[in-house]
């Protein structure tokens, strides 16, 4: 589809040029992590691709290191006891995603689609099967991230990533970029500790960074 070899070529040309140009901003953000906690700089977390193939997205680390790992965040009793003090700026500001540049330049992602589920979010997989939403290329914002983010039930954030498999094109997804600064801004939709509701979860879960 020439649409989606487009898009592709976009993401390579526009991930190249952020890992060089906001190479200061990546230098800045490490050293500002490894000061404020001790741990490695950057998170992984098993994610949902494209046909629902699997990878590991990348995040500057948020959280301490002795945060129970058998659990998303937002089951946590109380989140914000383990997240850093870094880690908070880093999350309002939503500068804890820049590393997932690397998956957007690597083919994992693209700058534009659905926000990649956990593995293990059943219901949201499930439900965004009845949109087509997992044969499209994931993204690092999207049409269901300037419209609610984690706020959003399941079924409303699936249903709005479903309207984007319907309206793709580059037209839309400058619209989706263009609307992702300012709720990036406002802090649109952000809930410590949240990703919308995560049930059916098995033992073996894993924290949302």
């Known amino acids: 589809m020439v649409y989606l070899k487009i898009k592709r070529l976009i993401d390579i040309i ?8 906001l190479a200061p901003v990546f230098l800045l953000l490490i050293l500002a992590i490894k000061v404020d906690s001790k741990g490695p700089v950057l998170f992984k977390q098993k994610r949902v691709g494209i046909h629902k193939s699997h990878f590991h997205i990348l995040k500057f680390r948020t959280m301490r290191i002795d945060t129970p790992s058998d659990m998303p965040t937002h089951l946590l009793e109380n989140p914000d006891q383990w997240i850093t ?7 309002k500001t939503s500068l804890d995603e820049l590393p997932q540049i690397i998956n957007i330049f690597k083919g994992e992602m693209s700058i ?3 926000r990649p ?10 439900e965004r099967d009845k949109y087509g939403a997992n044969d499209v290329p994931v993204g690092l914002t999207g049409w269901a991230q300037i419209n609610g983010r984690d706020e959003l ?34 802090s649109k939709g952000v809930i410590e500790g949240g990703t919308g509701v995560i049930t059916k979860m098995t033992k073996d879960k894993e924290e949302s960074r």
Do not use: H
Not at 156 to 174: H, M, N, P, T
């Open 14 to 21: 526009l991930s190249g040029l952020g890992l060089i140009i």
């Open 85 to 91: 003090k870094v880690g908070k700026f880093l999350r």
């Open 112 to 114: 534009i689609g659905p």
């Open 117 to 126: 589920a956990l593995w293990n979010q059943y219901d949201l997989i499930e």
């Open 153 to 186: 039930p399941i079924e409303v954030k699936a249903k709005l990533d479903g309207e984007y498999v319907k309206k793709k094109s580059l037209w839309f997804d400058l619209i989706c970029f263009i609307g992702t600064f300012t709720a990036v801004l406002k």
